[in-house]
């Protein structure tokens, strides 16, 4: 009788670790599945769309050049306001050589034609060490192609948008349904490039 009455004491705290371990399991996968439920989707990355537009010196520029041999910050800026108005756009040019060790190449884009966008740079007080490219096609008399390229373009007004997007040196950005994504947090971003990191 003691050695049963022994078994049964002994069956009462296995049986109570052996809840315990099962609550924490069970408790375990519920944070699992929570976190996979709660985690952005991971951004689908493909080639950046190219394009050739004039920069601010009447030079036509061939985007596809700079894919597969350096980093690309891509600033789509308000053609208003102009480049020397544009806080990445400014930033960028104050911190160019810290830019430029994170092998780094900036490219504006905006619908400012190019002597808009030489005067910006007179009010800036210089060049802009980088190229500020005109989305207008002359042949065709269109504007904002390469906004749309890039999905900043509503496509019911046709109103253009800002935006920024880096891509990388294997001349990949990140796209959602295979049109590029803008980043979330440029700010962020323009810190980083300004700090001579390449923000990944």
């Known amino acids: 009788m003691a050695g049963v009455a022994r078994y049964r004491i002994l069956i009462l705290p296995v049986s109570a670790v052996v809840i315990a371990l099962l609550v924490a399991w069970r408790l375990g996968r519920e944070t699992d599945r929570q976190d996979a439920v709660s985690q952005p989707p991971p951004v689908r990355r493909q080639l950046a769309p190219v394009f050739e537009l004039y920069d601010q010196n009447n030079q036509l520029v061939k985007f596809e050049r700079y894919l597969g041999r350096t980093r690309l910050v891509v600033v789509f800026y308000e053609a208003a306001t102009g480049a020397d108005e544009d806080p990445h756009l400014v930033r960028l040019r104050r911190h160019i050589e810290d830019v430029a060790a994170a092998g780094v190449q900036v490219v504006g884009i905006s619908t400012a034609v190019p002597a808009e966008n030489r ?31 890039w999905g900043l373009s509503d ?46």
Do not use: K, N, Y
């Open 119 to 149: 005067r910006a740079a007179e009010r800036a007080g210089g060049e802009f060490p980088f190229p500020l490219l005109t989305d207008i096609d002359p042949v065709h008399q269109s504007t904002g192609a390469v906004h749309g390229q």
């Open 155 to 200: 496509p019911e007004t046709g109103a253009l948008q800002t935006g920024l997007f880096l891509v990388d040196r294997a001349g990949m950005v990140g796209t959602d349904d295979g049109t590029p994504v803008p980043e979330e947090s440029p700010e962020s971003v323009v810190d980083a490039l300004c700090s001579g990191r390449w923000p990944r």
